[in-house]
């Protein structure tokens, strides 16, 4: 809340990760659990190429809602899926404003 930049991305929806799964895509392999039964392999975002153009991550409470632990697809054809975020949680990218 005391950030005031123009560098903020906010997930508010699937479309909003799955937009951010696609323009820093990274691919890791999964380990085949209860929860990742569809899925051989996960697209999430490349942080450190995100943090180029973005300072602070926040999700939405609502967001967290209708987005945590289901198994999207990007419009790019990524298999994503938004796992270990709380709701109204941010993470920083740019620890430089907080100075």
């Known amino acids: 809340s005391q ?3 123009d560098r903020r991305f906010t997930i508010a929806s ?3 990760w799955t937009a951010l799964v696609d323009r820093y895509p ?4 999964v380990f085949r659990s209860h929860e990742f039964q569809q899925f051989d392999e996960l697209w ?6 995100a ?23 990007t419009p ?4 994503t899926m938004l796992c270990g ?3 109204g949680e941010s993470i ?3 620890p430089w404003w907080q100075q």
């Open 44 to 49: 999430i975002p490349h942080w450190q190429s």
């Open 85 to 87: 975020w709380n709701p």
């Open 92 to 94: 920083v990218l740019n």
């Open 26 to 29: 990274a691919k890791h392999r």
């Open 51 to 73: 943090a180029a153009d973005i300072d602070l991550v926040t999700l939405t409470v609502g967001g967290f809602a209708y987005t945590a632990y289901l198994p999207l697809v």
């Open 14 to 16: 699937p479309e909003d």
């Open 76 to 79: 790019a054809g990524r298999n």
């Open 3 to 5: 950030y005031r930049g």
